[in-house]
């Protein structure tokens, strides 16, 4: 049988005061989550205010300050943009010098692959014509040899090369010596043979015409014959010469 001091005391009610230190030394589920969204809204309450006093920069500006403010950000973005422009513009220009440059640059490179092709200096291909001469009855006479490669490159030729030694520029000569031809202090026997690259229907014609360089050189005894080829190798080049009077202009 229960002790009647036990009943007395289960039959007294417990004071809030007593509740309260039960709730806190062993919390419901319910009060655990209770707690943790008011510690949520205590931290978005610090984060709003701190937001609010970071964003009162003028808050406390006259209407004339803020206009003066505005003012100064209207011009600090004006100058940047015109920095920009400017900036923009030197790049454009740069680009442009650049192009010219590479452009003059490719415009000499080919003018001096050019000259160095006319001047004998350098190996060449392309098409063109091979012309044989055979001595039949009589030697090859050099002055018509001379009109020979005359008519040739008034026909277009570019590049002119005689039995694989000797390339032709414009100041070769050709001189008659027992033997054969000297041809720029070389010695060629018969027969001749040149190379000669450009237009081949040009060049065949300026050979066929009549009264042209083969009927010349047959009236002399020879045989002429020539061959349209697609491709030919020049591989003879021509030693470069000094001027002794000429030079070059000052730029003025």
């Known amino acids: 049988m229960p002790d ?3 009943r007395t005391r289960s039959d007294v009610p417990e004071s809030g005061r007593n509740r ?12 655990v989550v209770v707690a943790v969204l008011l510690a949520l809204v205590a931290f978005a309450a610090v984060v ?3 937001s609010t006093e970071a964003d009162d920069t003028y808050a406390g500006y006259r209407d004339e300050d803020l206009i003066a403010v505005l003012d100064g950000l209207a011009g600090t973005s004006q100058r940047a943009r015109a920095e920009i422009e400017r900036l ?4 454009d220009q740069l680009a442009s010098d650049s192009a010219d440059q590479r452009t003059a640059l490719q415009q000499a490179q080919s003018e001096a692959d ?3 092709i006319l001047a004998g200096l350098v190996p060449v291909r392309g098409p063109g014509v091979r012309i044989t001469i055979s001595e039949v009855t009589a030697p090859v006479n050099a002055d018509t040899v001379v009109d020979m490669v005359q008519s040739l490159r008034v026909a277009g030729a570019e590049a002119i090369q005689v039995n694989g030694q000797v390339r032709l520029v414009a100041q070769s000569a050709f001189t008659d010596v027992v033997g ?4 720029d202090g070389q010695v060629l026997a018969a027969p001749y043979v040149f190379d000669v690259i450009g237009p081949p229907s040009a060049l065949t014609n300026a050979m066929t015409i009549l009264e042209g360089p083969r009927v010349d050189l047959q009236d002399e005894g ?3 014959e020539i061959t ?10 021509a030693d470069p010469v000094e001027p002794d009077f000429a030079r070059p202009q000052d730029a003025q």
């Open 4 to 6: 009647l001091d036990d």
């Open 180 to 183: 054969g031809l000297e041809v």
């Open 114 to 116: 050019t000259l160095a």
């Open 20 to 31: 309260l230190l039960r709730a806190l030394r062993t919390p419901s589920r319910n009060q």
């Open 48 to 50: 709003q205010v701190r």
């Open 222 to 224: 020879a045989e002429v």
């Open 88 to 91: 923009e513009s030197t790049r």
């Open 228 to 237: 349209e080829l697609a491709s030919i190798d020049i591989e003879a080049v």
